[in-house]
Nanobody, 122 residues
């Protein structure tokens, strides 16, 4: 599975932004998908992950209620909707895929996309 994340950019605090992650491969719908981010000088952080159907999603406490993960298996795409953005959300955002949800949650997915930079100005 090859993943490509896009949609990052420069926004102001309080704005919303939606990231997309497009996957190739016919088996996308069988994979759990997740979003991570890494801020300068910090470790990579799991934001959330969803099972193959999108019917169950895990969120980190740091983004729960502000960020939403969804997926469209017909388009081989997973999304990260980010609302009420804060300067501390500035980071490189990554999508990832794994055959099992727990693999994404523990931070060891089989596949990573390249990152897309989100910068939130105050």
């Amino acid at each position: 599975v090859q993943l490509q994340a896009f949609g990052g950019g420069l926004v102001q605090a309080g704005d919303s932004l939606r990231l997309s992650c497009a996957a190739n491969g016919e088996t996308f719908s069988s994979y759990a998908m997740g979003w991570f981010r890494q801020a300068p000088g910090k470790e990579r952080e799991l934001l959330g992950a969803t099972i193959w159907s999108g019917s169950s999603t895990y969120y980190a406490d740091s983004v729960k209620g502000r960020f939403t993960i969804s997926r469209d298996n017909a388009k081989n795409t997973v999304y990260l909707q980010m609302n009420s953005l804060k300067p501390e959300d500035t980071a490189v955002y990554y999508c990832a895929a794994a055959r099992k949800l727990h693999t994404v949650i523990r931070g060891t997915p089989e596949y990573w996309g390249q990152g897309t930079l989100v910068t939130v100005s105050s």
